[in-house]
């Protein structure tokens, strides 16, 4: 008697939605009509309550098919069978506790909503812009520190505190972005890290299936997901299958001890990270494909720590891969996003990645899943890319290695702009090169201008060819207005300008930009508007000519245009030669010079075919690239 009323007492607190739910239920609702027809909910006591049953006592069209006790004792593992004639609706299920209580929990099975799986997938018509979220514009001052939230730090001129940046501030910002030429946004992870510090990046998780509220919370991401979609714009979401912060429950109270990969013996952290040491992992990815790999190597490369602060989740554990997997189906059914960006892909359990990719796209087939294989050499990257048949793509770390030799080396046989030449025609090694997201830096390397030693002409030419390279561009914020913070990486994860009251330099409005700034910011601009008009870039025909006196040039050509990019990177003006586009100039109808990093002075900027016929050559300005349009 004494427990069915406290038991009712419980229900209507939960009815009353108070933060005191007894019980808890992930995911946290879930759809009709999916594919698979069957979800396996994570249910808790947050008090910690042994489980003894749970009971579904109320549903239409769905069956309980397993109820499974964890290891842990305050969890359950429930399967549910949702018919595809099951009707939106509410469930009501019963949680009996060891001690005899008894708590009812409703949950929703929500009907599908299509357009927002309007503007799924990426190819090479799009391009992305990378924001750190808590550095790009403060549009909400209330919630830049939460009370609830451990780290209570706010403090601009600190790198690795929270400096109140969030969701709404980047939404307020969309068409700025727009006019960079990008198409998506990837933001640095945005779910909640209760960690006591270095909250702001976001990489370590706490919670799975919360918004942190210094961003803005889920309604701050679902109307950001909807002002990017009215803007034809594609959602990126930064996801982490790898590990999770210290602070997670997960780690602080797993289901199961075989949820993280911790070894007999280790010295146990605090949620700090700071007490004892964790196995960390010797980050030799080599071990996946080495054939003389020592298991040792192998197991304490993909089960070892990637940081102390963030524990190495075990994908192996079913229930846990389950979790993660179900957990990737929510957010894009719930928010509507078009692509992840999976992070540290090397590193979890590879076979768990083709399971977690392969269900995604049997669930959304146009889903683009592209990876973060941080890795050194062509073979590597090929590796990764065909152990993982349903991975949409790869950042192009090779191409980024590249570009730093071209651009930061003299050019020799195989340096400088040979490497960059080689290492493109590596591209018979990989499929679908078309998918591989390029870029000149990131929120984990230095930034580009520094790399090039502010030298503004090469900034140039990294940026055209950016623009203008076979794969997805990827543009890092503040990268268009100069940035160039090299190592620190608070530094380099600096506020734009302008996302904070009282900033007196403004990327936005222009307000306050130094003139080299402004002029940088019109040039990323201009390229923005040039691949824009030509999609013959990224869609077309690629084709390059080897580096000879320093000048490289590659052309995009289909059945209107042939644009033909020229890199001189020799200290003088140099000429490439026109005879080498051996398909014959005499099949084009006139030619344009359509963009220029450096003009020479006293050149024509339109020429008939004649001229360039009696010229043979086409002569560009040291460290300066030229794009040559051609008319079919
Ligand atoms: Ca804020
Ligand atoms: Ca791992």
Redesign the pocket.
């Known amino acids: 008697m004494w427990a069915m009323a406290l038991a009712i007492m419980t229900v209507t607190f939960s009815a009353f939605g108070t933060k005191e739910l007894p019980v808890r239920m992930d995911p946290p609702n879930w759809w009709v009509g999916m594919p698979g027809n069957s979800v396996e909910l994570l249910v808790e006591t947050l008090r910690q309550e042994a489980i003894a049953s749970v009971t579904l006592t109320q549903g239409q069209g769905v069956r309980m098919l397993k109820d499974e006790a964890a290891q842990n004792s305050a969890y359950h593992y429930v399967t549910l069978v949702i018919e595809p004639s099951a009707p939106a609706q509410t469930l009501v299920f019963t949680v009996k506790t060891e001690k005899g209580r008894k708590y009812s929990h409703y949950y929703h099975l929500e009907a599908r909503d299509a357009s927002r799986r309007s503007h799924m997938g990426l190819d090479s018509r799009d391009f992305i812009y990378l924001v750190t979220p808590d550095r790009f514009a403060?549009?909400?001052?209330?919630?830049?520190q939460v009370r609830e939230l451990e780290e209570q730090t706010l403090d601009r001129s600190e790198g690795y505190q929270r400096h109140?940046?969030?969701l709404?501030?980047l939404t307020a910002h969309l068409d700025y972005i727009a006019s960079l030429g990008a198409t998506a946004v990837w933001t640095m992870p945005v779910l909640v890290n209760d960690m006591p510090r270095a909250s702001y990046h976001g990489y370590a998780i706490t919670d799975h299936y919360r918004v942190d509220p210094?961003?803005?919370g889920h309604r701050a991401y679902k109307a950001y997901a909807e002002a990017l979609h009215a803007k034809d714009m594609k959602l990126v979401m930064d996801m982490v299958p790898n590990h999770i912060g210290t602070a997670h429950r997960f780690y602080q109270n797993p289901p199961d001890s075989n949820w993280i990969n911790a070894w007999p013996g280790r010295p146990e952290t605090d949620k700090n990270g700071e007490v004892g040491q964790p196995t960390i992992t010797n980050h030799r990815y080599a071990t996946l494909y080495d054939p003389y790999a020592a298991p040792s190597d192998q197991q304490q490369f993909t089960d070892g720590w990637f940081v102390s602060s963030m524990v190495d989740v075990n994908q192996r554990d079913r229930h846990c891969a389950q979790y993660l997997l179900q957990n990737a189906l929510w957010w894009i059914e719930s928010i509507g996003v078009d692509a992840f960006r999976v992070d540290t892909w090397i590193y979890p359990d590879q076979n768990f990645l083709d399971h977690w990719s392969t269900a995604i796209h049997a669930v959304y087939p146009d889903f683009f899943i592209f990876s973060e294989s941080w890795v050194h050499n062509e073979h590597s990257q090929q590796y990764f890319l065909d152990r993982h048949s349903t991975l949409d793509g790869a950042a192009d770390f090779m191409m980024y290695q590249a570009w730093k030799e071209a651009l930061e080396k003299p050019t020799t046989w195989n340096g400088g702009l040979n490497h960059f030449y080689l290492n493109l025609a590596a591209d018979y090694l990989y499929r679908e090169p078309e998918n591989f997201i390029v870029f000149l830096d990131n929120h984990d390397e230095g930034r580009f201008f520094a790399k090039v030693k502010e030298d503004k002409d090469l900034y140039k030419m990294g940026l055209a060819m950016l623009y203008t390279m076979r794969g997805i561009p990827c543009l890092y914020y503040g990268t268009e207005v100069l940035m160039k913070a090299e190592n620190d990486h608070g530094a380099m994860r600096q506020d734009h300008y302008g996302g904070w009251p009282g900033d007196t330099k403004n990327a936005f409005t222009g307000e306050g930009l130094t003139t080299d700034e402004a002029e940088a910011l019109a040039f990323v601009r201009a390229l923005a508007d040039l691949r824009k008009a030509h999609p013959v870039i990224g869609t077309g025909s690629l084709r390059q000519w080897a580096p000879y006196n320093d000048v490289y040039a590659y052309s995009w050509s289909n059945d209107e245009e042939v644009l033909l990019v020229m890199v001189n990177r020799n200290a003088d003006p140099q000429y490439f030669g026109l005879d080498r586009m051996l398909d014959g100039l005499n099949t084009f109808n006139g030619t344009q010079v359509l963009f220029e990093t450096k003009p020479l002075e006293g050149f024509p900027h339109t020429r008939g075919l004649q001229d360039i016929d009696e010229l043979g050559a086409y002569r560009i300005a040291s460290n300066g690239l030229t794009i040559l349009r051609f008319l079919k």
């Not at 403060?138 to 830049?144: K, M, S, T």
């Open positions: 403060n549009g909400n001052l209330a919630n830049d109140g940046g969030d709404e501030g210094r961003f803005g």
